[in-house]
């Protein structure tokens, strides 16, 4: 059978480069792309010396240019934590919108089908629990995530034009929380944000009251749920994620009894537009892919913080900084 070749944008990133080492495993030919501004090369540089492996310090919203065959574009670059819209607003949205335009038009020039990565920051801040495909959600365009969300929505109507209007072949995921191993330490967000702060003796940040809820999902089985998908023939969004529900004070308390420290639990403000609840229903997932999660939050944790401690001081003294007054930080 001739080898499946697969490009994969934001390749240097938390998801891409697990779905590199997913589809390297699969014995395709993997092309990871990644303009390196959140992404770590060193997420995939493990990678480098494999044939079937090969990297391109290329930016998204730039025309694509990619010789040869390809099967399967996956869509994956984009920043994804909220202080990262912050830092870089005009780049997100970009990629969202520019950069999924290339792709479309690099899949049917190549005939291959597309995968994007979209999310349940479509739903923003929701008025329907637990949220399923058909909520069409609650969000602020002019809000500090609307670059993210409204992007993220304008890449779901675009990939849904090509495929109604070119008959290209797409899929949509939308993604919950994920969480594991290569999550950045600085990008805000709270699983890496209470590890760290575990490690490092300091305070553990709850925004808010701690009420506000998420569902998180292991990274593995997020991957196994977008790889059954892609191999599926279903064209319209489809929620992965953990149903597990949790507060984020609850899941601080987690974190401080996983890392076996006494860190103290200090209140902040709750950033603008932070969704007050988010849980998937994954009835879909379940009937189209035969998929549900397999790894609970008690051994996904364990193997999350297993990375973490395994990082060097210098890698573990980055952090982030929320600019609660402004919402612009630059
Ligand atoms: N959060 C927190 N402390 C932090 C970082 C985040 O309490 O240091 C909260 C954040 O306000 C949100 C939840 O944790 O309610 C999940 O945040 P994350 O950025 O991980 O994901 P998202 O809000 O995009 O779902």
Known sequence: MEQKRILITGAAGFLGSHLCERYVKEGFHVIGMDNLITGRIENIEHLFKLEN???YNHDVTKFIHV??????ILHFASPASPIDYLKIPIQ?????????HNCLGLARAKNARVLIASTSEIYGDPLVHPQNEDYWGNVNPVGPRGVYDEAKRFQEAITMAY????????RIV?????YGPRMRLNDG??????????????DITVFGDGSQTRSFCYVDDLVE?????LMSDYAYPVNIGNPSEISILDFAKEIIALTGTDQKIVFKELPKDDPKQRQPDITRAKEILGWEPTVDRAEGLKRTYAYFKSLSPEELSTTAHYNFDKYIIR
């Open 163 to 170: 495929h109604n209007f070119h008959g290209l072949e797409t």
């Open 189 to 202: 967000r709270a699983l890496p944000a209470f590890i760290g702060q575990a490690l490092r003796g300091e």
């Open 92 to 100: 997100t949205l970009k990629v969202g919108s520019l950069g999924i």
């Open 67 to 72: 010789p040869g065959k390809l099967d399967y």
């Open 53 to 55: 492996f090969e990297f």
């Open 174 to 178: 939308r993604i919950f929380n994920t």
């Open 225 to 229: 749920g977008i790889h059954r998908l």
